[in-house]
């Protein structure tokens, strides 16, 4: 911001895409999981079978790298749509 008060409509909007970019954050993050889950079950069935995959143990550090990478994404988010509820909540005492 460069010291000009935004309205609420412009506040509400940005509101709105923060919202959806949290929820395909969310989504990604469901769909990493569940990959992870996966690359978990191959993992057990290696050990099972007394052999060892480095396909899947490169598998599950990149997923688990872009788990974190996509949690802190999430957080950063869900941080940017806190200020944003700051914001608006000024915003709205202003123009009472």
Known sequence: MSGQSRSAAELLAERMATIQAIAAANTEQLRLNQAANGLMVLDMKDDRDDVTDAAH???QARTAAAQDNNMETINRLEQALATLDQEL???L????
């Open 57 to 59: 143990q490169a598998a």
């Open 89 to 91: 909540a000024a915003a």
């Open 93 to 96: 005492r202003k123009d009472s």
